[in-house]
């Protein structure tokens, strides 16, 4: 066990402060902590290292994973003036969010099986199997609801659902993509999809109208990402669902100028904190492909449902 001064003085840093709390509680990995802290690999193996050489923190191996405690490490009235620390770094306040995420992932078994088969299909040739058939297919289990596709663009996605559904509106904010889009579904004959002039912010549309309300690489465009799930809330009936596909966190700058991106993407934290704030229940959030180019962009599932 350290000294409390050598820990104290260890603990002093904001990044060794969040690392040393969250490894009191819960044995976690470098890319756990990666993931918890939104930080590098090498941001947080220097800091395990210094702890590790404080004495502060263990470690154990586990196959190729090496997991990192603080339990046992640290003096016990330590404790609570490192919880009191930490309640003042506002970026912080995420971390058992966080955390509760990490662990929850780990459990998760059937994640990682359908990561593993994600990377097969498609590997092998198989005549008539595809990812455009298997969508198809699937949306045509889809029941008849009223969707609101909010930041639908030109409306392909909005083409596609109204096959099924009830009816589907779908909101931009760029006129000439309202009037494509108008033309197109005129042309193919859909008389159960309808294109609006508006802002996913503030869409226009009647309070509790909607069964579904779907942003599709479109929340990453708004000005208040917040604003726009809040009137996803408005528009749904009880019982109605908020659906989202977006890029997760990156550091892609180029995207602002080459896509008029205003965010670089969402991490699973901040959609389900945007989700909570808006009144949304039953969250879910999970990375659903990865992009083997550079710059690798990641998509991120997320979805809520109106409870009340």
Do not use: C
Request: charged share 25%; no cysteine; proline share 4%.
């Amino acid at each position: 066990m350290a000294t409390f001064l050598r820990a104290f003085r260890a603990a002093s840093d904001p990044t060794r402060l969040r690392i040393l709390l969250l490894l009191s509680g819960e044995e976690l990995t470098v890319a756990e902590l990666q993931d918890i802290l939104g930080m590098g690999q090498s941001r947080i193996s220097a800091s395990l290292g210094l702890l590790r050489r404080e004495g502060l923190v263990s470690d154990r191996r586990v196959g190729k994973n090496i997991f990192y405690s603080s339990k046992g490490r640290l003096p016990a009235a330590l404790g609570s003036l490192l919880e009191a620390a930490a309640g003042e770094l506002a970026e912080a306040s995420d971390d058992p969010a966080a955390l509760a995420l990490a662990l929850a992932r780990r459990k998760d078994k059937a994640a990682a099986y359908f990561d593993r088969l994600a990377g097969k299909f498609g590997r092998t040739y198989i005549p008539g199997r595809s990812w455009q058939a298997l969508a198809h297919g699937l949306i045509a289990l889809q029941p008849p609801l009223v969707i609101a596709d909010l930041g639908a663009g030109e409306g392909t996605l909005s083409q596609l659902l109204a096959r099924t559904a009830k009816k589907v509106i779908a909101i931009d904010n760029a006129p000439r993509m309202v009037e494509f889009g108008e033309e197109v579904a005129r042309e193919n004959g859909f008389l159960n999809l309808e294109f609006r002039l508006g802002d996913i912010e503030d869409p226009p549309l009647a309070d509790g109208s909607v069964d579904l309300a779907l942003f599709s690489q479109a929340l990453h465009h708004a000005a208040s990402p917040a604003r726009a799930i809040a009137s996803a809330w408005r528009i749904l009936r009880p019982g109605g669902r908020v659906l989202i596909l977006d890029l997760a966190s990156h550091s892609y700058e180029q995207a602002r100028d080459l896509y008029a991106h205003v965010w670089l993407g969402f991490s699973e934290i901040e959609l389900r904190k945007l989700l909570h704030e808006a009144g949304f229940g039953g969250i879910l959030t999970s990375i659903v492909s990865r992009e083997k180019r550079a710059p690798h962009f990641q998509t991120i599932l997320a979805l809520g449902a109106k409870l009340v």
